[in-house]
C-alpha cells in the first residue's frame, strides 16, 4: 500500500498525506552527496511519498543546496515532486548579532529567490513563514504573497508554530487560503489537541502539518517515567497488530479528523519505508486514547 495524497481543497492542490523533512539531511551517517540523497528521493517516491519539506536555515542555510545539486544532476525529479519550504528566521552572524524573524516584503522576496537557486527550480509549490514575527505587518506580507504567486515563484503560502489568533490575523487579510500551519505535534507534547490549533483547522477546512513526530527521536529512547509508559503502550499496541512501533505512532496521527501531516525526519531509509506502512494498522478510537492517556500521565475528565 502507498502513501496516499491528501487534498487541500481550499487551495486544489494535494501533497502526500507522509511528507520526508530535509531538517536533519547534513547529518545522514551515509553522506551527503547527490548520489544518497537521490537514493532517499527515489525510495520515498516509490512508497508514495512526493513531497519534501525544506527551510532555508536547514543545515546552516545549506541543506536546500545540497538537494538541488541532486535536482541539478537528474532534472525529471522536477516534475515528480512537491517543494515545501519556510523562511522568516535570522540566524545570528557578522551581519545579524542577535537572531530575530524578518517577514519584511523585501526579505521574503530575497529568501523565495534564494531558495529557488538553491533548490535550482523555477517555483515553490508552497512557502511557509516559520515563525510568527512580533513585527509582521500582515498588510505587508499578504502583499508580497500576491505578487510572487502573479510572478510564479510560489503557488501556495502558509505558515507555521502560529497561534491561532495569529493565524487569524494574517487570513483576514490575505485574499486567499493560507495552505497550513505546520505546528510542534507528538504524544509529549499535545497542545495543539486543546488550545485550539486543530479545531481552528477543522473550522477552516486544511491540514496541519506536524513537525518533530517522533519528538526527535524520544518516543523510542523512553527515560521519564511518562516516557516508558507511552512506549510500552505503544509496545503493546504493536504486538496486537504484529507492527512496528513507529507504525503505531504514525497511525495515532491519522486517526485525527483534521487529516494531520506528519513529517519524517529520520535519515534511515529502513525508518522511511516502516512509517509508509503505518496506513495498513489502523488504530481503534479506544486504542488512539490509551496512548494519549499513557503520554500525558493521567485519563481525560
Partial sequence: MKVPQIEFTKNNFSISRLVYGIWRLHEDKEGTSPERILEKIEVCLSLGIDTFDHADIYGGFENEELFGKTLGKIPTLKSKIKIISKCGIQI?????????????????????????????????????????????????????????????????????????????????????????????????????????????????????????????????????????????????????????????????FLNHPSGLVPILGTNDIKRIQSAAGSFSYPLSRMEWFSILEAARGMEVA
Avoid at 545579524?96 to 523555477?122: A, C, G
Avoid at 508580497?144 to 489568533?165: C, D, M, R
Fill in 92 to 252: 545570528p552572524g557578522p551581519k545579524f548579532p542577535t537572531k530575530h524573524y524578518n517577514t519584511s516584503k523585501e526579505h521574503i522576496r530575497y529568501s523565495v529567490e534564494r531558495s529557488l537557486r538553491k533548490l535550482q527550480v523555477d517555483k515553490l509549490d508552497v512557502v511557509l513563514i516559520h515563525r510568527p514575527d512580533p513585527l509582521m505587518d500582515p498588510y505587508e506580507l499578504a502583499g508580497i504573497f500576491e505578487v510572487l504567486i502573479k510572478e510564479g515563484k510560489v503557488l501556495h503560502f502558509g505558515v507555521s508554530n502560529f497561534t491561532t489568533s495569529q493565524f487569524q490575523m494574517l487570513q483576514s487579510v490575505y485574499k486567499k487560503p493560507l495552505f497550513t500551519n505546520q505546528v510542534e505535534f507528538h504524544p509529549f507534547y499535545t497542545e495543539p489537541l486543546f488550545n485550539g490549533t486543530f479545531d481552528q483547522a477543522l473550522e477552516s477546512n486544511f491540514h496541519p502539518m506536524v513537525w518533530s513526530p517522533t519528538a526527535g527521536g524520544r518516543i523510542f529512547t523512553p527515560k521519564s517515567e511518562r516516557e516508558l509508559a507511552t512506549f510500552s503502550k505503544l509496545q503493546e499496541i504493536a504486538k496486537l497488530k504484529s507492527s512496528g512501533v513507529d507504525q503505531v505512532l504514525y497511525s495515532w
